[in-house]
């Protein structure tokens, strides 16, 4: 059955003027299992699961206070980005509180004005949405319930929040939950769903627990192709509809070495579904290529690495040419010195960033 939040009563009483503000910090995620095809508003093609990050994080506080005027624009937000009015970015907020006003009529009540910044330099090239959008989204839920005294439970809170997520980019849904979380339907997990991501976290095996997760950054430029509209080329895609069963059957694979700390499973599939991606790219029409003659370079010294060493390093990546290396805490030392010795060199300007599994999105109080 399928979730409806459309709540009328949601609404201030005339005599409130609320004003105050919330501040939440929320993580990035990487897919290990990735989420790309999509339908209806939001739903996935295909269940994902990903690493919820520590370090590359969004902050975003909302400061509010009640709306004077009447009638004007459906909802009344200023936006800054890293302290600047980011007016692309502030339309792109609103049109997606406006989508949300039968969930969250109050939200047409007040005046908004929200700060955001990322823990990593924007230039980086680093996907942002699911941090950005986990942050807002936690943050309205954050003034649901100090407006309506609701949500009070922290698992109803969470699954409203990545809910509300999912609306606004599908992987989003997936950042609130720390360590590891799961979006859309699959028999082996339990709770699953198309509409909200659930935390996988505790049926992680310690040693993906403390998983790290270096982030090799090739070139920081613009996308040449948006996810959305990558997304939208899978309606079309001549292999569409055997990836969308693929990736059920990975997750089937997955799910037991994730359970048991099976490295080498969980490397090949990791590795498998960043070229499996990227194939994707390539083979869509018109077809396009993220990877840079870079990302190629370095995928070829982590195999060879590994090959010649034993240790489980593996890749992966994104919708773009950055890399994102995973290894064992435990073998954190000799990779780490690997990177810096053949692998940060290629790197733009040498930039890389040392990232890890994650106790997911905090609120900051006062
Ligand atoms: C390759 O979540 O950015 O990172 O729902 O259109 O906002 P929208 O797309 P988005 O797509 C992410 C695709 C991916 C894989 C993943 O995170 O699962």
């Not at 609130?176 to 339907?185: K, R």
Request: glycine content about 6%.
């Amino acid at each position: 059955m399928s979730l409806d939040y459309r709540n009328p009563k949601l609404i201030l009483d005339t005599s409130d003027h609320p004003q105050g503000s919330v501040t939440w910090v929320s993580p990035s995620n990487l897919a290990i299992v990735k989420y790309w095809g999509k339908h209806g508003r939001q739903l996935p093609r295909n269940p994902s699961i990903s690493l919820t990050l520590d370090h590359a994080a969004t902050t975003t506080t909302l400061h509010y206070h009640r709306r004077e005027e009447v009638g004007g624009e459906p909802v009344s937000l200023e936006l800054f980005f890293a302290g600047h009015p980011a007016p692309d970015f502030a339309r792109r907020i609103k049109a997606y509180l406006q989508s949300i006003l039968e969930i969250y009529p109050f939200l047409g009540q007040l005046h908004l004005v929200m700060h955001t910044d990322n823990s990593f330099p924007h230039s980086s090239g680093i996907a942002s949405s699911a941090s950005a959008m986990s942050a807002l989204t936690l943050g309205l839920c954050s003034l649901e319930r100090h407006f309506f005294d609701t949500l009070d439970d922290s698992s109803a809170f969470l699954q409203k929040a990545s809910y509300l997520a999912r609306l606004a980019s599908g992987s989003a849904s997936r950042s609130v939950y720390p360590w590891m979380a799961a979006w859309g339907q699959h028999g082996d997990i339990e709770g699953s769903s198309d509409e909200y991501a659930v935390p996988f976290g505790d049926r992680l095996h310690p040693s993906f627990r403390t998983i790290r997760n270096a982030i090799l950054i090739v070139s920081s430029g613009t996308k040449a192709v948006s996810s959305s509209a990558g997304h939208e080329l899978m309606d079309t895609h001549p292999y569409a509809p055997t990836r969308y069963i693929q990736a059920g059957q990975r997750l089937s694979r997955l799910i037991p070495a994730l359970e048991q700390g099976d490295w080498a499973t969980f490397g090949q599939i990791a590795e498998n579904e960043a070229l499996t991606l990227h194939a994707l790219m390539m083979a869509s029409n018109p077809s396009y290529i993220l990877m840079k003659p870079g990302s190629l370079a370095l995928i070829d010294r982590i195999r060879t690495f590994r090959q010649e060493t034993g240790y489980s390093v593996y890749f992966s990546l994104d919708a773009g040419p950055n890399l994102h290396v995973l290894y064992p805490e435990d073998q954190a030392e000799a990779v780490e010195a690997f990177l810096h010795q053949e692998c940060i060199p290629l790197c733009e300007e040498e930039y890389w960033i040392a990232d890890r599994a994650g106790e997911g999105p905090r609120e900051i109080i006062g």
